[in-house]
């Protein structure tokens, strides 16, 4: 089993601010790996996937990179609206998400 | 439009059968390289997927629940069913299903939740 560990669990920053979220895999995942947004009481929406690219509608502030192992997901200039839990998800064999990183607005 | 929605018991016992179904709209299961995918969310918890099943009839399952799991579709009631037999009150969560394209779940339901309890 591939396990996925995100960093931090928990993360607090300003408006306007640049923040970086981590997710680390247990072994090469190939960059099949993309990232989700969950607003309290929401299903999960995706964001990014394989690694770097934008899903349809999403603002162009979120931008994902990463290979091997180790994936990083940016907010270029933090929004009240980014308030959410952002997971990712490995699908090079078969699927499993981080445990999850929580975005508060200081 | 793609919307899809997830319709379930709502509460059972263990030991039972659990019976969830996810209607869909927007897209069709017989396109070449559909899927559906469902997965669960214990409350405040993370999330895991559960079983995939695609286009072509091609079914997978999360390696740890394989025994206790089943999907299944129906295509030209645009469904997709997911059976989880012998629950216990570890499987209360709740349940989502998600339209995947090349392999990626691109849009999800809203999510049903599911309480076993005695």
């Known amino acids: 089993d591939i396990q996925m560990t995100q960093s931090p669990s928990f993360l607090s920053a300003s408006v306007g601010e640049r923040v970086t979220l981590s997710c680390k895999a247990s072994?090469?995942?190939?960059?099949?790996l993309d990232w989700y947004q969950q607003k309290l009481g929401e299903a999960p929406k995706l964001l990014i996937y394989n690694t770097n690219n934008l899903h349809t509608g999403i603002p162009s502030r979120f931008s994902g990179s990463g290979s091997g192992t180790d994936y990083t997901l940016t907010i270029s200039s933090l929004q009240p609206e980014d308030v959410a839990t952002y997971f990712c998800?490995?699908?090079?064999?078969?699927?499993?998400f981080g445990s999850g990183t929580k975005l508060e607005i200081k | 439009q793609v919307t899809l929605k997830e319709s379930g018991p709502g509460i059972l016992q263990p030991s039972q059968t659990l019976s969830l179904t996810c209607t869909f709209s927007?897209?069709?299961?017989?396109?070449?390289?559909?899927?559906v995918g469902w997965i669960r969310q214990p409350s405040g918890k993370g999330l895991e997927w559960l079983a995939n099943?695609?286009?072509?009839?091609?079914?997978y399952y999360n390696p740890s629940l394989k025994n206790r799991l089943t999907i299944s579709k129906d295509t030209s009631n645009n469904q997709a069913f997911l059976k989880i037999t012998n629950v216990d009150t570890a499987d209360t969560a709740t349940y989502y299903c998600?339209?995947?394209?090349?392999?990626?779940?691109?849009?999800w339901g809203q999510g049903v939740m599911v309480t076993v309890s005695s």
């Open positions: 099943i695609w286009w072509d009839d091609d079914k």
């Open positions: 998800l490995q699908r090079n064999s078969w699927l499993t």
């Open positions: 998600a339209r995947m394209t090349e392999g990626i779940g691109e849009n």
């Open positions: 072994q090469n995942i190939n960059k099949y």
């Open positions: 927007g897209f069709s299961l017989s396109t070449y390289g559909m899927g």
